[in-house]
């Protein structure tokens, strides 16, 4: 009887282990796709691809024992060589061609020139063929940060005593309602899409107190703007016990705190190629909503046309506020009107017209909506009553409130905002790997 | 202005810093809610619910100057008292209160018994009132180890070189088709909810070389059974550069014996509540589907009905057969038949009428379906035209072919059966947060 016992090691090496070891001299086997061919003359470059980055392989005309002509760009292959220590080489090691292995080979040239440093096409033409241009250097780097947002979004919250919970994505037709949901027929009954998991978490903070999830959230808003995508992943948490909103925000605080240690630490490499620089997180500013609006208004002569919400110009304007003023690339905006949050959204006793609740800015685009819920199940059907909102359908809801809810709040944050913002691109399809918009639905 | 700085210490306690350090004798507060309160004569203990556990409170009459009359069930308290070491309390300690602050209140009595070790209700039951009946200790820590196992899946595979994606869950309607699948109406298009991630993380193999998902996955199966859930939380991994899709299995044996020491580890106050015993994941034995079949028909005297895949029964029997002669939990079926594989899976070159690919049964049951896939562009032409599927709508999963894949395989575990085997369950909605079948939409 045959059995497996585990991963066994490779007889090919990886990046990190011809780092973390002195190879030179020495016979080794590497796996990789040919990323280009640089003819130097009597030499010529193979450059790997790998997970890790790129591998220099040495190819001498004469003396390696195979054809280069075999060779075309878009293999995946098993290269042979000896390791030579090279400066000038990406992390500093060349592997001197001895033999090679094809193991797949395209069916067609590139159509877009991936092995370049930047692509110099249309964002368009990149999302459209996107199997093919994430496969450049620059691209992929951008999802690897991406990763590394979200690990540190985990890690922080385990730490602080979170749960993680799974909630379900397909949902009864809710109260809340709304234009923007997409609806689906789910065995004869009326379902939709949940917009976000903000029940559930609810829910389940009167089960594990502090929980949080990772998932994706479907929006059928008809905006066609470079920050809207109808299908995105939310990190959202939901904590009890809270003394106030301003926990909430000390927390999401904290992440962020934890989250650029993370990425200087481990992801130094994609942070380079990119170029980017780590916004400042010790100190985020807070400002209430009408002050901030004032502010704005004032500092930058421009008319407050909607006192009830921020338009995205105010977004731009309040950031550009606090870079200057404090050097600050966040800014977390508080009270905003009842009027244009959710009815769970807990009002602000001293004035109820306003809530406790906030946004965060980040490079002059809200990332995160958060705040305290009502948590008095009396409240919450006065409130609904005060709308006009009908409990049906909302049983279920109601019911954690019935049964007892201590204080709570959380927050949900837009994972490819956020990732759009620290890179510093101006199109939110940047930073998603395949992106769903009014015209997009492929691939 | 005022600044957000992260995360500040609370004045309240955690059940793990009153376990950390010695607080006998000493005042502290401590949040909760109230789980039960236990008249025994002069003294009552009340007992608080905390994410971590049970803390338990010692009033005393006469003594303790607030009134127990005040305090409900199911109340947000802040608690406040000295620390006294008591051995029959639970993690040693109780607290003598000295006062008492009311978060919140519930608004009717609690409608099922939460604060016993076994509810006795039925599973019907507790899926009604999942907000309520989860806030049993047992209940809950059945969801805790489910944290468990998507952290072991995680961590396990950031340490193996993986990279994690979030790829969309809407998308265009693909020629894989079939009469399981979600269907919605995209500004005007036809669209479907993803039963899997597969082309989407085959595609970024291309990219990353090993890539992995951890998401919701969405099937109409019209099938109501104990093993079935039309909504699930997939764990998806694909690995490129394969010598076999004996790597896959290897690398899921890994991610086994990984997360059953996290468990052991971190988890032990979960499985200690529910009284489980961690199966054995040293050597996972392998055994080819004709074979499996062969030896559970012959053992168990039972006819083999169908040549091409295993039906429930035959699953039950396997397990068996193999618990019975080495005493393994787990079984890795392989080279199951052409005919009932997707068309992407990699025939054996040995014999095509056979697919590089496996299940892995885990005390009876399927938790993971997975193979070696095809990685060459014409091959892939071939088997499509040899099953008369149309390329039509499969463009953009055909182009990643067309421009170059290393061999690559992979698997998708579904985390509601394998945390149900785990746990010893009969249905998988025992281990489902709120799950979605025929009849179930709500909560």
Same sequence: chains 1, 2.
């Avoid at 997180?281 to 004032?294: M, S, Y």
């Avoid at 008319?303 to 966040?330: G, T």
């Avoid at 009502?374 to 409990?391: A, E, F, P, V």
Wanted: glycine share 8%.
């Amino acid at each position: 009887m045959e059995f497996m016992t585990g991963v066994k090691q490779k007889n090919t090496l990886e990046i990190k282990e011809l780092i973390a070891n002195d190879y030179t001299g020495r016979k080794i086997r590497i796996h990789g796709t040919v990323h280009t061919i640089r003819d130097m003359g009597e030499i010529s470059f193979l450059i790997l691809r790998k997970s890790e980055g790129l591998v220099q392989c040495v190819y001498e005309e004469g003396v390696t024992p195979f054809s280069l002509q075999e060779i075309r760009e878009g293999a995946a292959v098993e290269a042979e060589g000896t390791v030579e220590a090279e400066d000038r080489a990406p992390n500093g090691f060349e592997i001197r061609l001895t033999g090679i292995r094809i193991l797949s080979e395209p069916f067609c040239p590139m159509p877009l020139p991936i092995n370049k440093w930047k692509m110099n096409v249309s964002l368009e033409t990149m999302l459209s063929m996107r199997s093919v241009s994430l496969r450049n250097i620059r691209e992929r780097a951008k999802f690897k940060i991406q990763e590394g947002i979200v690990r540190g979004f985990r890690d922080f919250l385990y730490g602080e005593g979170f749960t993680e919970v799974h909630t379900p994505k397909i949902t009864a037709k809710g109260a809340e309602g709304g234009s923007n949901i997409f609806k689906l027929e789910y065995f004869g009954k009326k379902a939709e899409l949940a917009q976000s998991p903000q029940f559930y978490k609810q829910t389940m903070v009167g089960v594990f107190d502090r929980v949080f999830e990772t998932g994706p959230v479907f929006r059928a808003e008809k905006h066609n703007t470079p920050r809207h995508l109808n299908e995105y992943t939310s990190l959202d948490f939901e904590m009890g016990y809270i003394d106030g909103f301003e926990e909430v925000m000390a927390m999401e605080t904290g992440f962020l705190q934890y989250t650029m240690t993370l990425l200087k630490r481990e992801y130094a490499k994609e942070l380079q190629i990119l170029g980017i620089t780590l916004p400042e997180t010790e100190r985020i500013p807070t400002v209430r909503f009408d002050e901030a609006k004032q502010k704005a208004a004032e500092k930058y002569n421009r008319k407050i046309r909607n006192p009830y919400d921020l338009e995205p110009e105010e977004e731009v304007l309040i950031s550009r506020y606090f870079k200057e003023e404090c050097d600050a690339d966040f800014v977390f905006v508080t009270h905003y009107p009842s009027k244009k949050r959710p009815f769970y959204a807990m009002d602000d006793p001293a004035d109820p017209k306003f809530t406790l609740s906030f946004d965060l800015l980040f490079r002059g685009m809200e990332i995160t909506t958060g705040g305290q819920r009502i948590h008095d199940y009396q409240m919450l059907l006065d409130k609904m009553k005060s709308r006009g909102m009908n409990t049906e359908g909302m049983e279920h809801y109601l019911m954690i409130f019935q049964y007892g809810m201590p204080p709570h709040g959380g927050l949900g944050i837009g994972l490819e905002r956020l990732t759009m913002k620290l890179l510093e691109e101006s199109n939110v399809r940047e930073t998603t790997l395949f992106p769903r918009d009014l015209g997009r639905l492929e691939p």
